[in-house]
């Protein structure tokens, strides 16, 4: 993919008053939409009636997927997928992707997470209409683990023209526009996958575009609430055993999940809370609201894992591959 030029329609400039302390220039855009203490956390109440059950059911799909990683932890600080459009480029018409945008506005919490939908810059020719479309997702960030990603580096995000302060958007599109290598290896780092597995995706990649070899490769399959297999996945060298780095990443997501499967028993079904309290409880339960830390980590054995060309295939549907 060739470098574009980014344009975004929303204004990311934080410019201070004359005479401002130096701190207040540094803050983060994200900083300056924080609520205000006593604004409630996930507020389905501030949407109109007929919008609060379609914020519940996408709440849950959000929880249900691989998004309960960011959510919960911010295992992963970057989770997308958990909602999906495809667009006509001339004629379509982008409703339901700004009435989900809306939706999504209430799904915020002490400035801990922020979620939206995105455009991909890559349109597809449908074969059955022979009209171009262009593919949307659900997105959802944790704000902290992300600024800490990019800090951590610096370098490659300011070669991208993003630093630790920018919006959470911006750091996305930067990534999104970038040339091929680049762009693989900030979804990696985006979505939290182990630092080698990113590696050998970015390296076998570009040489696959170079020889047009196809590199071998084995792929690591986590669970969801929604998916048992395949829920995360992401790919490694044929032969490469589980680093340490794999183990923390399993642990955590393992841990998350079976922490939510206790608190979902609880919150969610007919007569219960529902999932807007079970947020609220969670990410509030130490009184100053934020977001919760990863759970102890359970015993856990290695997940089953090899060489699957099926999967190879499918990998691309899939939020856990790198676009």
């Known amino acids: 993919m060739s470098c574009r030029l980014l344009a975004i329609a929303v204004s990311l400039a934080v410019l201070a008053p004359a005479g401002a302390a130096p701190q207040a220039a540094a803050r983060s855009p994200w900083q300056e939409t924080r609520p205000a203490p006593d604004t409630p956390c996930f507020p389905l109440e501030s949407l109109p009636h007929a919008e609060r059950d379609a914020a519940e059911d996408l709440f849950l799909r959000i929880l249900d997927s691989e998004a309960l990683y960011t959510v919960i932890g911010g295992t992963k600080p970057a989770s997308s997928g958990f ?3 495809s667009i006509e480029v001339e004629q379509g018409s982008a409703a339901e ?3 989900h945008r809306r939706l999504l506005e209430s799904f915020r919490c002490a400035g801990a ?4 939908v995105h455009h991909f810059a890559k349109t597809w020719e449908n074969p059955k209409t022979g009209r171009r479309e262009r593919s949307y997702e659900g997105i959802v960030f944790a704000l902290e683990p992300l600024r800490q990603l990019v800090q951590n580096h610096a370098p490659f995000f300011s070669r991208l023209g993003v630093t630790e302060h920018s919006h959470p958007v911006e750091i996305l599109m ?6 091929d290598g680049d762009r693989w290896r900030g979804y990696g780092w985006m979505f ?4 080698a597995a ?9 040489r696959q575009q170079q020889t047009g070899d196809f590199v071998r490769r084995r792929f690591v399959s986590l669970p969801t609430f929604a998916r048992q297999e395949r829920g995360v996945v992401y790919a490694v060298a044929e032969n490469a055993l589980e680093t340490e780095s794999d183990r923390a990443f399993r642990q955590s ?19 219960k809370p529902g999932v807007a309290r079970l947020l609220r409880d969670w990410f509030c339960e130490h009184g100053a609201c934020g977001l919760p830390p990863v759970p102890l980590h359970e015993a856990s054995h290695p997940p089953g ?7 190879e295939s499918a990998l691309p549907k899939q939020q856990g591959s790198l676009p």
């Open 198 to 206: 990113v590696d050998f995706f970015v390296e076998a990649g570009l």
């Open 174 to 179: 930067a990534v999104e526009y970038a040339t």
């Open 97 to 99: 992707v700004d009435r």
């Open 192 to 195: 939290g996958f182990p630092p």
């Open 253 to 271: 997501i393992e841990a998350t999940l079976a922490e939510y499967r206790r608190r979902r028993e609880r919150y969610v079904g007919p007569g």
């Open 305 to 311: 894992s090899g060489p699957d060309q099926q999967a």
């Open 83 to 85: 909602v999906r459009f």
């Open 113 to 116: 997470v922020f979620a939206t």
